[in-house]
Protein backbone atom coordinates (compact mmCIF):
# COMPACT_ATOMS: atom_id res chain seq x y z
CA UNK A 1 0.00 0.00 0.00
CA UNK A 2 1.33 3.41 -1.18
CA UNK A 3 0.91 6.03 1.75
CA UNK A 4 -0.18 9.17 0.13
CA UNK A 5 -0.93 12.81 1.54
CA UNK A 6 -2.81 15.24 -0.01
CA UNK A 7 -2.21 18.92 0.06
CA UNK A 8 -4.95 22.13 -0.49
CA UNK A 9 -7.18 19.13 0.35
CA UNK A 10 -10.06 21.84 0.92
CA UNK A 11 -9.53 22.92 -2.69
CA UNK A 12 -11.26 22.15 -6.16
CA UNK A 13 -8.16 19.42 -6.79
CA UNK A 14 -7.35 18.47 -2.94
CA UNK A 15 -11.49 17.30 -2.47
CA UNK A 16 -11.12 15.30 -6.07
CA UNK A 17 -7.81 13.72 -5.08
CA UNK A 18 -9.19 12.65 -1.82
CA UNK A 19 -11.97 10.66 -3.61
CA UNK A 20 -9.45 9.56 -6.31
CA UNK A 21 -7.10 8.06 -3.66
CA UNK A 22 -10.21 6.31 -1.78
CA UNK A 23 -10.92 4.96 -5.56
CA UNK A 24 -7.73 3.46 -5.95
CA UNK A 25 -5.99 -0.35 -4.98
CA UNK A 26 -3.37 0.09 -3.72
CA UNK A 27 -3.08 3.15 -2.63
CA UNK A 28 -4.53 4.98 1.01
CA UNK A 29 -4.77 8.42 2.36
CA UNK A 30 -2.26 8.88 5.63
CA UNK A 31 -2.71 12.47 5.67
CA UNK A 32 -3.98 15.63 4.50
CA UNK A 33 -3.04 19.14 4.91
CA UNK A 34 -4.45 22.76 4.42
CA UNK A 35 -3.08 26.43 5.04
CA UNK A 36 -2.29 26.70 8.84
CA UNK A 37 -4.36 29.58 9.35
CA UNK A 38 -7.55 27.56 8.03
CA UNK A 39 -10.25 27.14 10.05
CA UNK A 40 -10.29 23.14 8.01
CA UNK A 41 -7.32 22.24 10.49
CA UNK A 42 -8.52 19.07 12.53
CA UNK A 43 -11.64 18.75 10.09
CA UNK A 44 -12.00 15.07 8.63
CA UNK A 45 -10.80 14.91 5.42
CA UNK A 46 -13.32 12.43 4.24
CA UNK A 47 -15.94 14.37 5.06
CA UNK A 48 -14.79 17.35 3.75
CA UNK A 49 -14.49 15.53 0.08
CA UNK A 50 -17.98 14.46 0.85
CA UNK A 51 -17.04 10.72 1.47
CA UNK A 52 -17.47 10.58 5.11
CA UNK A 53 -15.55 10.02 7.78
CA UNK A 54 -12.16 8.49 6.88
CA UNK A 55 -10.14 9.36 10.44
CA UNK A 56 -7.67 11.63 8.50
CA UNK A 57 -7.17 14.53 10.30
CA UNK A 58 -6.04 17.85 8.42
CA UNK A 59 -2.91 19.07 9.50
CA UNK A 60 -1.36 22.58 9.13
CA UNK A 61 1.80 21.98 9.11
CA UNK A 62 3.68 19.65 7.12
CA UNK A 63 6.54 18.67 9.35
CA UNK A 64 3.85 17.29 12.14
CA UNK A 65 2.62 14.60 9.30
CA UNK A 66 6.13 14.21 7.31
CA UNK A 67 6.41 10.31 9.09
CA UNK A 68 2.90 10.08 7.84
CA UNK A 69 3.12 9.53 4.46
CA UNK A 70 5.44 7.96 0.96
CA UNK A 71 4.17 10.48 -1.59
CA UNK A 72 2.90 13.95 -1.14
CA UNK A 73 0.24 15.19 -3.92
CA UNK A 74 0.75 19.02 -4.28
CA UNK A 75 -2.11 20.85 -5.88
CA UNK A 76 -1.90 24.36 -4.22
CA UNK A 77 0.00 27.43 -5.49
CA UNK A 78 3.71 28.06 -6.14
CA UNK A 79 4.96 29.33 -2.82
CA UNK A 80 2.90 26.84 -0.66
CA UNK A 81 4.66 24.21 -3.16
CA UNK A 82 8.09 25.59 -3.03
CA UNK A 83 7.80 25.02 1.08
CA UNK A 84 6.10 21.60 0.94
CA UNK A 85 9.02 20.30 -1.84
CA UNK A 86 12.00 21.45 0.23
CA UNK A 87 9.98 19.73 3.33
CA UNK A 88 9.64 16.61 0.99
CA UNK A 89 13.77 16.64 0.04
CA UNK A 90 14.80 17.20 3.29
CA UNK A 91 12.70 14.09 4.55
CA UNK A 92 13.43 11.81 1.46
CA UNK A 93 9.91 11.82 0.55
CA UNK A 94 8.57 12.27 -2.54
CA UNK A 95 6.47 14.77 -3.90
CA UNK A 96 3.88 14.92 -7.42
CA UNK A 97 3.34 18.27 -8.54
CA UNK A 98 0.49 19.70 -10.04
CA UNK A 99 0.62 23.43 -9.48
CA UNK A 100 0.96 25.42 -11.99
CA UNK A 101 1.99 29.04 -12.58
CA UNK A 102 5.68 29.14 -11.26
CA UNK A 103 8.07 32.25 -12.47
CA UNK A 104 11.04 30.36 -13.96
CA UNK A 105 13.28 31.33 -10.38
CA UNK A 106 10.59 29.25 -8.69
CA UNK A 107 10.70 26.55 -11.40
CA UNK A 108 14.80 26.31 -11.18
CA UNK A 109 14.35 25.92 -7.23
CA UNK A 110 11.59 23.69 -7.34
CA UNK A 111 13.78 21.36 -9.48
CA UNK A 112 16.64 21.38 -7.63
CA UNK A 113 15.12 19.34 -4.72
CA UNK A 114 15.57 16.43 -7.41
CA UNK A 115 19.17 15.74 -6.15
CA UNK A 116 17.40 14.84 -3.16
CA UNK A 117 13.97 12.73 -4.00
CA UNK A 118 11.74 11.78 -6.60
CA UNK A 119 9.56 14.51 -8.28
CA UNK A 120 7.08 14.28 -10.72
CA UNK A 121 6.06 17.23 -12.28
CA UNK A 122 3.63 18.02 -15.31
CA UNK A 123 1.23 20.64 -16.25
CA UNK A 124 -2.04 18.58 -16.79
CA UNK A 125 -1.94 14.94 -15.18
CA UNK A 126 -4.80 13.70 -17.44
CA UNK A 127 -3.96 10.73 -19.60
CA UNK A 128 -5.76 12.15 -22.24
CA UNK A 129 -4.06 15.38 -22.53
CA UNK A 130 -0.65 13.28 -22.63
CA UNK A 131 -1.74 11.74 -25.57
CA UNK A 132 -2.29 14.71 -27.05
CA UNK A 133 1.21 16.36 -26.07
CA UNK A 134 2.43 13.00 -27.96
CA UNK A 135 0.05 13.49 -31.18
CA UNK A 136 0.98 17.74 -31.37
CA UNK A 137 4.59 16.66 -31.07
CA UNK A 138 3.91 14.05 -34.36
CA UNK A 139 1.86 16.81 -35.99
CA UNK A 140 4.34 19.87 -35.40
CA UNK A 141 6.97 17.60 -37.14
CA UNK A 142 5.55 16.48 -40.27
CA UNK A 143 3.36 19.62 -40.90
CA UNK A 144 6.87 21.87 -40.35
CA UNK A 145 7.41 24.97 -41.14
CA UNK A 146 4.30 25.40 -43.92
CA UNK A 147 1.59 26.02 -41.07
CA UNK A 148 0.82 28.28 -38.36
CA UNK A 149 0.84 27.44 -35.36
CA UNK A 150 -1.69 29.04 -32.46
CA UNK A 151 -3.10 27.91 -29.08
CA UNK A 152 -6.47 28.35 -27.59
CA UNK A 153 -7.38 27.40 -23.75
CA UNK A 154 -10.11 28.47 -21.68
CA UNK A 155 -10.58 28.01 -17.87
CA UNK A 156 -13.50 28.76 -15.46
CA UNK A 157 -13.41 32.45 -13.59
CA UNK A 158 -11.39 31.56 -10.76
CA UNK A 159 -7.97 30.57 -12.39
CA UNK A 160 -5.34 32.41 -11.76
CA UNK A 161 -2.44 31.78 -13.80
CA UNK A 162 -2.43 32.46 -17.37
CA UNK A 163 -1.95 30.90 -20.32
CA UNK A 164 -2.69 27.61 -18.76
CA UNK A 165 0.42 25.28 -17.70
CA UNK A 166 -1.02 22.57 -20.20
CA UNK A 167 -1.45 25.07 -22.73
CA UNK A 168 2.25 26.25 -22.38
CA UNK A 169 3.50 22.83 -22.49
CA UNK A 170 1.45 22.29 -25.67
CA UNK A 171 3.12 25.01 -26.97
CA UNK A 172 6.65 23.08 -25.74
CA UNK A 173 5.58 20.14 -27.50
CA UNK A 174 4.77 22.17 -31.16
CA UNK A 175 7.90 24.13 -30.38
CA UNK A 176 10.20 20.92 -30.20
CA UNK A 177 8.39 19.66 -33.52
CA UNK A 178 9.26 22.18 -35.76
CA UNK A 179 12.49 22.77 -33.87
CA UNK A 180 11.94 26.18 -32.40
CA UNK A 181 12.44 27.74 -29.06
CA UNK A 182 8.92 28.72 -27.40
CA UNK A 183 10.80 31.54 -25.17
CA UNK A 184 11.80 32.96 -28.59
CA UNK A 185 8.75 32.55 -30.69
CA UNK A 186 5.48 32.91 -28.03
CA UNK A 187 3.13 35.49 -27.88
CA UNK A 188 0.75 36.13 -25.91
CA UNK A 189 -2.00 38.35 -26.75
CA UNK A 190 -2.43 40.60 -29.76
CA UNK A 191 -4.09 44.35 -29.49
CA UNK A 192 -3.55 47.14 -31.86
CA UNK A 193 -1.36 47.57 -34.95
CA UNK A 194 0.20 44.14 -34.74
CA UNK A 195 1.46 43.96 -38.26
CA UNK A 196 1.25 41.31 -39.90
CA UNK A 197 1.60 37.57 -38.33
CA UNK A 198 5.45 36.60 -38.35
CA UNK A 199 5.78 33.16 -39.83
CA UNK A 200 7.45 31.62 -36.76
CA UNK A 201 5.47 33.04 -34.08
CA UNK A 202 3.87 30.57 -31.70
CA UNK A 203 0.62 32.60 -30.53
CA UNK A 204 -1.43 31.43 -27.42
CA UNK A 205 -5.30 33.08 -26.80
CA UNK A 206 -7.00 32.95 -23.42
CA UNK A 207 -10.30 32.16 -22.12
CA UNK A 208 -11.83 32.48 -18.68
CA UNK A 209 -15.22 32.27 -17.25
CA UNK A 210 -17.83 30.34 -15.67
CA UNK A 211 -16.86 26.82 -14.87
CA UNK A 212 -15.00 25.54 -17.47
CA UNK A 213 -12.55 22.65 -16.22
CA UNK A 214 -9.95 22.98 -19.11
CA UNK A 215 -10.19 23.24 -23.21
CA UNK A 216 -7.30 23.34 -25.35
CA UNK A 217 -7.02 23.65 -29.08
CA UNK A 218 -3.83 23.85 -31.52
CA UNK A 219 -4.30 25.10 -34.73
CA UNK A 220 -2.18 24.28 -37.86
CA UNK A 221 -3.14 26.98 -40.41
CA UNK A 222 -1.82 26.68 -44.20
CA UNK A 223 -3.01 28.06 -47.17
CA UNK A 224 -5.99 25.83 -48.28
CA UNK A 225 -6.61 24.15 -44.88
CA UNK A 226 -6.48 24.17 -41.40
CA UNK A 227 -5.56 21.00 -38.81
CA UNK A 228 -6.93 21.36 -35.12
CA UNK A 229 -6.35 18.96 -32.43
CA UNK A 230 -8.10 19.69 -28.96
CA UNK A 231 -8.32 18.23 -26.00
CA UNK A 232 -12.04 19.05 -23.47
CA UNK A 233 -11.97 18.13 -19.35
CA UNK A 234 -15.24 17.96 -18.34
CA UNK A 235 -14.44 17.03 -14.78
CA UNK A 236 -10.97 17.24 -12.29
CA UNK A 237 -11.61 13.29 -11.98
CA UNK A 238 -9.69 12.76 -14.99
CA UNK A 239 -6.46 15.10 -13.48
CA UNK A 240 -6.74 13.55 -10.16
CA UNK A 241 -6.83 10.15 -11.27
CA UNK A 242 -3.50 10.63 -13.10
CA UNK A 243 -2.03 12.15 -10.42
CA UNK A 244 -2.67 8.96 -8.03
CA UNK A 245 -1.29 7.23 -10.90
CA UNK A 246 1.82 8.79 -10.46
CA UNK A 247 1.87 8.62 -7.27
CA UNK A 248 1.92 4.84 -6.96
CA UNK A 249 4.34 4.63 -9.97
CA UNK A 250 6.83 7.34 -8.20
CA UNK A 251 6.87 5.63 -4.60
CA UNK A 252 9.47 2.53 -6.16
CA UNK A 253 11.70 5.08 -8.22
CA UNK A 254 15.22 7.04 -7.13
CA UNK A 255 15.40 10.58 -7.17
CA UNK A 256 15.07 12.66 -10.05
CA UNK A 257 12.68 14.60 -12.10
CA UNK A 258 9.96 12.75 -13.69
CA UNK A 259 6.94 13.70 -16.19
CA UNK A 260 3.49 12.26 -16.78
CA UNK A 261 4.85 10.87 -19.95
CA UNK A 262 7.00 9.39 -17.79
CA UNK A 263 4.42 7.61 -15.76
CA UNK A 264 2.41 6.44 -19.12
CA UNK A 265 5.61 5.36 -20.69
CA UNK A 266 5.09 7.55 -23.80
P1 LIG B 1 -7.91 25.99 -5.36
O1 LIG B 1 -7.67 27.43 -5.10
O2 LIG B 1 -9.33 25.47 -5.43
O3 LIG B 1 -7.15 25.09 -4.27
C1 LIG B 1 -5.88 25.37 -3.75
C2 LIG B 1 -5.90 24.95 -2.29
O4 LIG B 1 -4.55 25.02 -1.78
C3 LIG B 1 -6.77 25.86 -1.39
O5 LIG B 1 -7.67 25.07 -0.64
C4 LIG B 1 -5.74 26.57 -0.52
O6 LIG B 1 -6.24 26.88 0.77
C5 LIG B 1 -4.64 25.51 -0.47
N1 LIG B 1 -3.34 26.05 -0.02
C6 LIG B 1 -2.75 27.22 -0.34
N2 LIG B 1 -1.60 27.36 0.33
C7 LIG B 1 -1.45 26.25 1.09
C8 LIG B 1 -0.47 25.83 2.02
N3 LIG B 1 0.59 26.58 2.31
N4 LIG B 1 -0.62 24.61 2.63
C9 LIG B 1 -1.71 23.84 2.35
N5 LIG B 1 -2.70 24.22 1.51
C10 LIG B 1 -2.56 25.41 0.87
O7 LIG B 1 -7.15 25.67 -6.73
P2 LIG B 1 -7.31 24.40 -7.70
O8 LIG B 1 -8.27 24.75 -8.81
O9 LIG B 1 -7.54 23.17 -6.90
O10 LIG B 1 -5.87 24.38 -8.38
C11 LIG B 1 -4.69 24.27 -7.59
C12 LIG B 1 -3.46 24.26 -8.51
O11 LIG B 1 -3.46 23.07 -9.30
C13 LIG B 1 -3.39 25.43 -9.51
O12 LIG B 1 -2.04 25.83 -9.64
C14 LIG B 1 -3.91 24.82 -10.79
O13 LIG B 1 -3.45 25.47 -11.94
C15 LIG B 1 -3.32 23.43 -10.69
N6 LIG B 1 -3.99 22.40 -11.49
C16 LIG B 1 -3.17 21.50 -12.10
C17 LIG B 1 -3.70 20.45 -12.80
C18 LIG B 1 -2.75 19.41 -13.38
O14 LIG B 1 -3.22 18.39 -13.93
N7 LIG B 1 -1.43 19.60 -13.24
C19 LIG B 1 -5.09 20.30 -12.92
C20 LIG B 1 -5.90 21.23 -12.28
C21 LIG B 1 -5.35 22.29 -11.55
Redesign the pocket.
Known sequence: MVRIAV??A?????KTLIEAVALADGAELTAA???PD?SLVGADAGELAGLGKNGVTIAGDINAVINDFDVLID???PA?TL?NAAACAAAGKKIVI????FTPEQEQELLANQAATALCK?????TGVNVTLKLLRQAAEILGDDYDIEIYEAHHR??V?APS?TALAMGEAVAAGVRRNLREVAVYGREGQTGARQRETIGFATVRGGDVVGDHTVMFMADGERVEITHKASS?MS?ARG?VRAASWLADRPAGLYSMQDVLGL
Not at 10 to 14: E, F, K, L
Not at 98 to 101: D, E, I, Q, R, V
Not at 122 to 126: E, K, L, P, Y
Request: charged share 20%.
Open positions: TGAGRMGLERSFTAAAGTTGAANFSHKDGRFA
